[in-house]
């Protein structure tokens, strides 16, 4: 078993200073435990253990580190009895805590076909390099309407820069493919290879709160490995309706591995399940292939800048402008209570007198009146709810201010993987006779936040990574965030 090997690596790693002088009430409480545990289910202890390893950051406190190491021995070796049962839930966070990542898998493009429904069986490939902020993803766009084959992309990221390749199709000339390039910063790097990595399976699977509805269907081996299958349905909204997705997940009981993912898509309207993709095969923590992220553009392809001259990349987001004003959404998360913070800015020609704008603002308070204000924002789903924003912090950079607003639900909404963006709810704080025409803005790119090492990895991660001076707002924590989120919850009945 994984966990088992691992435990001498875990010892000569950790960097753990262990001393006699152990704090003889946390080691007495430990064995204590130890010893309570052998009348409870030994499956259920070791599965905690796990969770406890995957989360710990065992390198802070010796006597934490201690605990944890001395509770996996005692389920190891003291219990030889114990007989693990991983499911869905552990396999998709033995998945999330993974350093290097390894996927192939088969897409399902629909064809033109005008008699009867029909799809070509595609090929696809991933590779991630989490810790290092690298990638590579190969995976096919459309179907080429003159020749009928597909048309495949590859992004590649080395930790400094993104090689994308894109299609042209200039009026007067054939098609052709071009590479283009762009700048990372350390953070950006890190936050691209997360977020493309975790969301290939969670969007699989519709996300931890999801897959609560999953069960298991049946046991099957798979490359010599028994596995038992998990099988679940999730809706979700689209333009054109509801659909449903089905998924099967083939897992190792004994490891947590998941080695196989098939799925299926079903619109409302629809009599049947279409194929969506499947997956053949998934390695966690592989040794990587040598100039996998080499980022050199192919042969084949013209080249639209390099990298000497390439931008610097920005963290995503959306952007409208009205006029001479201009609106855009930086980063967005929704954490664990569904609140959704955004970092947003807006312009307009008096960029410099903007520090009076955030002057007496206070966290938990009103909004900055800059040009365009994002004052509230609401689900795109089937509801009719929405979520009024609140300050909570203000970033600056390059001349830039970056307001850090937290929107929270006023009445009960599904989870994340039911909605597919937010409707961003502006107004216009400035001279409306100057404004041109009407603009509407969404958010789609989120991240989810689901514990506090996710908030001070991606959130605050990303408050330095957008103020000159690297660091943080004062007294902005997981913790303090989500009091603030359940006062303003409150504040909503009174």
């Known amino acids: ?57 065992i390198t802070k406190l010796s006597t934490a580190a201690a605990v944890i190491l001395i509770t996996i021995f005692a389920i190891t070796v003291l219990d030889r009895s114990a007989s693990p049962a991983y499911g869905i839930r552990e396999a998709l966070n033995l998945y999330k805590n993974s350093d290097t990542v390894h996927i192939h898998g088969w897409g399902y493009l629909p064809t033109k076909s005008k008699d009867k429904q ?62 283009r390039f762009k700048k990372l910063t350390e953070f950006q790097s890190r936050l691209q290879a997360y977020n493309n990595s975790y969301s290939l399976i969670m969007q699989m699977f519709g996300g931890i709160n999801t897959i609560k509805s999953f069960t298991k269907v049946g046991n099957e081996t798979i490359k010599g490995i028994n596995c038992d299958i998990w099988q679940g349905q999730i809706k979700t909204p689209s333009p054109q309706g509801t659909t449903q997705a089905k998924i099967k997940g083939w897992i190792c009981p004994d490891t947590g591995e998941l080695l196989k993912v098939q799925t299926w898509r079903k619109a409302s309207d629809a009599d049947s399940w279409s194929p969506m993709f499947e997956i053949d095969m998934i390695e966690l923590d592989v040794e990587l292939p040598q100039g996998l992220f080499e980022t050199k553009p192919p042969s084949d392809c013209q080249v639209e800048n390099t990298k000497e001259d390439a931008p610097l990349a920005e963290l995503g987001g959306s952007s409208v402008g009205a006029g001479d004003l201009f609106l855009k959404v930086d980063v967005g998360f929704t954490l664990i209570d569904n609140s959704v913070i955004l970092c947003w800015r807006s312009m307009g020609k008096n960029q410099a007198l903007q ?79 100057k404004i041109v025409g009407s603009v509407s803005l969404s958010h789609h790119e989120d991240i989810q936040i689901e514990t506090e090492e996710d908030f001070e990895e991606w959130v605050l991660g990303a408050m330095a990574e957008l103020s000159d001076d690297g660091k943080t707002p004062e007294g902005i924590t997981y913790q303090s965030v989500l009091e603030l989120s359940r006062q303003i919850r409150g504040s909503f009945t009174k």
């Not at 994308?164 to 052709?176: A, I, M, Q, T, W």
């Open 1 to 57: 078993m994984r966990l088992n090997n691992n435990i001498k690596s875990l010892f000569a790693e950790s960097n753990v200073n262990v001393r006699v002088q152990y704090d003889d009430r946390i080691m007495s409480g430990a064995f204590a435990a130890i010893e309570e545990s052998g009348k409870r289910k030994s499956a259920a202890l070791q599965l905690n253990a796990w969770r406890i390893i995957m989360r710990s950051k």
């Open 355 to 433: 520090d009076r704008l955030f002057g007496g603002l206070s966290v938990g308070g009103r909004l900055p009146k800059l040009p365009m204000e994002i004052y509230a924002i609401k689900p795109i789903a089937n509801i009719d709810v929405e979520y009024p924003g609140y300050h909570l912090a203000r970033t600056f950079r390059n001349n830039k201010f970056y307001e850090w607003s937290i929107y929270v639900p006023q009445n009960q909404v599904p989870s994340r993987e039911s909605i597919i963006g937010y409707q961003l709810l502006h107004r216009y704080n400035t001279d409306k006779n």
């Open 118 to 179: 029909e799809f070509v069986k595609v090929p696809f490939e991933h590779w991630f390099d989490v810790e290092k902020g690298c990638y590579r993803i190969t995976k096919p766009g459309d179907i080429d309407e003159n020749t009928g084959e597909p048309r495949y992309f590859t992004t590649i990221s080395d930790g400094l820069y993104i090689m994308s390749e894109v299609y042209k199709y200039p009026l007067d000339g054939e098609p052709y493919k071009a590479v």
